[in-house]
């Protein structure tokens, strides 16, 4: 009998999950998935990802895939009408067999008046968007699925040197106000850990070593290229020009404890502070990668 080649099922082939895709994948996993549009369907299936069609309004043609699956990951944010997921499959992922989890935010805690949080404090979100993750993710917890909250996800093709370039980077000031970040390679490196050391119900805070203040990241990226930075505007002053999810991330001001999931998987990052991360996606841009 051929030995079993175990598949990932991804609710949500995005940018995060792709990255734990493609380190299984390397491993000798099967991936299968979903998109909201049919035209990245057919480009994921041209890239050996069985993917099919999931959104809101549509559930699964072959919902079989849930009962197959060694590992499910979903990273589908939840809407009004709560998540999606569970809404059409979650009888079914009360009943599979695999290992379960979702990507989450740190934005359930709220606002922590620039504290360390870790996985112990409580969730203080009260805008709509983070009252429906916590409501989402108690319902993946009780299905037994391993959470993971995301701090500001980075990486290639997405990150302070393209917004430069773009011309669209601000250097807003806020006095006290940091974020932490992630570089989606390390976030791909824990979900795939995470798979390997299962630990049902783990909740696992995502974010590396240095939170920081955004202007002095717009900063250090600015140097990385040789530009001279857009000047500093102060918050208060701009805040009628930025949209309302803007508003909201500085609104929260908190620092991201990650040392729960670094022990619990026995890891390090690859790229513990944002000039790391920024160095790679920088050489790999060079390199053409």
């Known amino acids: 009998m051929a030995d079993h080649q175990p598949l990932l099922f991804c609710f949500g082939l995005g940018y995060s999950a792709l990255a734990a895709a493609r380190l299984l994948q390397a491993q000798g996993w099967r991936v299968a998935g979903t998109s909201r549009q049919a035209d990245k369907v057919e480009a994921f299936i041209a890239r050996d990802i069985d993917a099919q069609v999931f959104s809101p309004s549509q559930p699964l043609a072959r919902p079989d895939v849930i009962d197959q699956a060694d590992a499910i990951l979903s990273s589908i944010a939840p809407d009004e009408d709560g998540d999606a997921v569970i809404r059409h499959h979650g009888a079914q992922l009360a009943k599979a067999r695999g290992w379960l989890g979702y990507l989450s935010t740190t934005g359930v805690y709220g606002d922590a008046g620039g504290a360390w949080v870790d996985e112990t404090a409580r969730r203080r979100s009260t805008s709509a968007r983070g009252q429906a993750r916590i409501l989402a993710e108690d319902q993946w917890h009780d299905l037994g699925a391993e959470i993971f909250r995301l701090a500001g996800i980075y990486g290639p093709g ?4 393209v917004s430069l370039r773009e011309g669209t980077a601000k250097r807003l000031v806020k006095p006290g106000q940091v974020f ?12 795939a850990g995470a798979i390997a050391h299962p630990n049902r119900g783990a909740i696992y805070n995502v974010a590396d070593d240095e939170p920081a203040p955004p202007q002095t990241v717009i900063s250090y990226a600015a140097y990385m290229l040789g530009m001279m930075p857009p000047p500093e505007e102060d918050f208060e002053t701009a805040r009628h020009r930025l949209s309302p999810m803007a508003q909201s991330f500085y609104a929260d ?6 040392r729960k999931v670094k022990k619990a998987l026995g890891l390090s990052l690859l790229y513990p ?16 990668a």
Do not use: F, P
Request: proline share 0%; aromatic share 2%.
């Open 253 to 258: 001001n908190k620092r991201i404890d990650n």
């Open 180 to 191: 932490s970040r992630i570089h989606v390679d390390d976030i791909g490196r824990i979900i």
């Open 158 to 161: 997405r990150n302070q040197l």
């Open 273 to 288: 502070t944002y000039r790391q991360g920024l160095s790679a996606c920088l050489a790999m841009e060079k390199s053409g």
